[in-house]
Nanobody, 124 residues
């Protein structure tokens, strides 16, 4: 089954840290495309927070630079978002996105897949 499974969200106090994980289900693997993390706060549009190229190059929106670190482990088909010095304005549902290669289809095909979303709440 081609899907991404997210974990790691929760409630944290301002200044705290959380690490999100996003893993490809068995039977699929990351392609060489960039992977990305998005977030959607209540009443706002979804925005891309960070991206990671196949070689590990990262890009971030200005509001999270220096606080968030995105990474990927291609051997484990897993991507991560380490979030530090969290602020109330970071509260949102966080989504991962990747292009996955479906290993057992004939012909082999690639699909853009979104994770199910995980809620991060930053509040005292």
């Amino acid at each position: 089954q081609v899907q991404l499974v997210e974990s790691g969200g929760g409630l944290v106090q301002p200044g705290g840290s959380l690490k999100l994980s996003c893993a490809a289900a068995s039977g699929s693997t990351f392609s060489k495309h960039d992977v990305a993390w998005y977030r959607q706060a209540p009443g706002k549009q979804r925005e891309m927070v960070a991206s990671v190229s196949n070689s590990g190059r990262t890009d971030y929106i200005d509001s999270v630079k220096g606080r968030f670190t995105a990474s990927r482990d291609n051997a484990k088909n897993t991507m991560y978002l380490q979030m530090m010095s969290l602020k109330p304005e970071d509260t949102a549902v966080y989504y991962c996105k990747a292009v996955l290669v479906e290993l057992y289809s004939d012909p082999v095909r690639s699909l853009e897949v979104w994770g199910q979303g995980t809620l991060v709440t930053v509040s005292s």
